[in-house]
């Protein structure tokens, strides 16, 4: 097999969607709730916030609305609510994550994809 051969092939394994996104998508909606803790605690939302306006996720009074809260717990609390309404644009939160060097919660999500922390009742 030719070098270019093999570049096809890998090109056509990785899936991308049609707003441009390579879909990388470490976290599935239904896995959302399990890891919210995680991601509010390590997700930068400005940035995730930026990248979601960008490819039309968050429209712009929705984003300016984030912006200018000035609590980051809440703003990450915002986008996760507003990403579990758009369940098609989990790829489009996995790339964000990515972009804004989230590296740790990316992490924990990929090393544990079956069975993220559950909220205890005692917390």
């Not at 995730?48 to 009074?61: F, K, N, R, W």
């Not at 060097?101 to 992490?107: D, G, L, T």
């Amino acid at each position: 097999m030719s070098p270019s051969q093999i570049f096809d092939k890998l090109n056509a394994a990785k899936s991308v969607q049609s707003d441009g996104i390579q879909q990388d998508v470490f976290l599935t909606h239904d896995k959302l709730p399990h890891f919210e803790r995680v991601l509010l605690e390590e997700m930068e939302p400005t940035p995730v916030g930026d990248i979601l306006y960008c490819h039309a996720v968050l429209s712009s009074d929705e984003h300016d609305e984030i912006d200018e809260m000035s609590n980051k717990r809440e703003k990450a609390m915002k986008l996760l609510t507003k990403i579990g309404q758009q369940p098609d644009k989990i790829a489009v939160f996995c790339h964000a994550l990515e972009q804004s060097k989230c590296s740790r919660a990316v992490e924990y999500i990929r090393n544990n994809p079956s069975n993220g922390p559950l909220h205890s009742s005692g917390e």
